[in-house]
């Protein structure tokens, strides 16, 4: 039998005890929202350990025919995007804002490139990527390969591209329309805007000169 008299100086110490416990627990809930407010905010980044892997070296042919590859490009920012010249509208509509971010650079346009990767190699040779690329700036560079070569290259970049067939045989490219910016060692950077103010834009591509 419990000795009433023990009972009741135990009584304080519990009542101690839920009062620490209650404590912590608001610490420790105010200290997560706090975390949580940092990382929408984008003060605090995510741990390196959580970045995702994305790019790779690749070897592909380049709209004159010539082998061009990722070390050719050491030294200098790059924007790439994966499309193909039959697209409709979003490849040109794309390809129509970069262009504009690089006349916007100026002379400063020669340190960095931007590269149009097709996802359609069958019907996308060099000959067809040059003539088509002719209507933008002359710092982008289209490049092409055999199928096997332009998957793995689309596997390192995680983008996606699919065939779709279409009625009388032809067909189109459903794809992903993410530019990826690289910094000089060919590094991925972040996914760019290329909707914003071209002013805007060339601005934010020179922090990476």
């Not at 009062?19 to 980044?45: E, Q, S």
């Not at 149009?116 to 092409?144: C, H, I, Q, W």
């Amino acid at each position: 039998m419990n000795d009433p008299a023990t009972a009741m100086a135990k009584a304080p110490a519990r009542r101690s005890s839920r009062l620490l416990i209650l404590v912590a627990a608001l610490v420790l809930g105010v200290a997560a929202g706090v975390g949580l407010a940092l990382v929408m905010t984008g003060r605090f980044a995510d741990p390196p350990a959580t970045k995702v892997a994305v790019g790779g070296p690749f070897e592909l042919i380049d709209h004159d025919g010539r082998p061009f590859s990722d070390r050719m490009l050491r030294g200098k920012p790059f924007l790439i995007y994966f499309g193909f010249t039959h697209c409709p509208d979003i490849c040109p509509a794309a390809l129509f804002e970069i262009s504009e971010i690089l006349n916007a650079l100026g002379p400063d346009a020669s340190r960095t490139t931007a590269l149009f990767v097709s996802v359609d190699p069958e019907r996308d040779t060099p000959a067809v990527m040059k003539d088509y690329l002719s209507n933008f700036n002359p710092n982008m560079r289209g490049l092409t390969g055999d199928p096997a070569t332009i998957a793995a290259v689309a596997k390192d970049y995680r983008a996606y591209y699919k065939k779709i067939p279409l009625e009388g045989g032809d067909y189109t490219m459903d794809h992903s329309t993410i530019v990826y910016l690289m910094d000089k060692q060919g590094q991925f950077v972040a996914s760019f805007d290329i909707k914003r103010a071209p002013e805007a834009a060339a601005a934010k591509l020179r922090q990476y000169f």
